[in-house]
């Protein structure tokens, strides 16, 4: 088996840096901007961006089932901030999330004006080699986890990145660090633990 190869949403936001970070890794990355091309992919990156735009942009496009689709496919999915919002369940002020596939709510830009964009060292139980710097730029804050999520940071209380069973959510941005720490952790989510299924060609 090759490298796994990683396809990243590329309708809007910061999927440049995502492929960036997935190259360092040594993975193959693939921007998406069709579904039908999320048939060759091993995994997904939904990236930081405006998710009311990627919403609209996902709708037009048709990718809603197709990724709600791939996410029950047991191959590994990752949203940062504006992707964290689509994946939720519940985004506060809307009711439904788009995609509803992590049993999260999130409140939109919940961190307040002044603290707009922000860095703060983030205890990741899961990294070894110390604190993460994690960047925040008007995030959203998951004020609810149901039982099967698994809160892997909190920053300020809150579940800053999350886990259930294929999904992972952070509503920071590690592609803009130069710390690869958290991509490589979703390279490793490749269906051994957690009763995933396993998909044949992610190693
Ligand atoms: N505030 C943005 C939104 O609600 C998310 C911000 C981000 O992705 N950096 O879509």
Redesign the pocket.
């Known amino acids: 088996m090759g490298k796994p190869l990683i396809g990243i949403l590329a309708l809007q ?1 910061d999927f440049r840096e995502h492929r960036i970070m997935i190259d360092r890794c040594g993975a193959a990355a693939r921007d998406i901007r069709l579904p039908r091309q999320l048939e060759e992919v091993d995994g997904l990156i939904m990236p ?5 735009t ?1 919403t609209k942009l996902m709708i037009e496009y048709g990718f809603v089932d197709e990724v709600r689709r791939f996410c029950a496919s047991g191959r590994p999915v990752f949203g ?4 964290a ?1 689509l994946l939720a369940d519940r985004v506060r002020e809307n009711g439904r999330g788009l995609l509803g596939v992590i049993d999260i709510a999130v409140v ?2 919940a961190y307040g004006r002044q603290l707009a964009s922000r860095e703060a060292a983030l205890t990741i139980a899961a990294l070894d080699n110390g604190p993460f710097r994690a960047i925040f ?4 804050m998951i004020d609810e986890a149901g039982p099967p999520v698994e809160i892997l940071s909190r920053y300020q209380g809150a579940p800053v990145l999350v886990r259930q069973n294929n999904i992972l959510v952070a509503t920071f ?1 590690p592609e803009l660090t130069d710390d690869a720490r958290v991509h490589e952790y979703f390279l490793s989510m490749n269906g051994r633990d957690k009763g995933l299924q396993q998909h044949d060609s992610f190693p």
Do not use: L, V
């Open positions: 936001g930081g961006g405006e998710s009311t990627m940062t901030c504006a992707g919002i939109r830009n730029i008007r995030a959203p941005h």
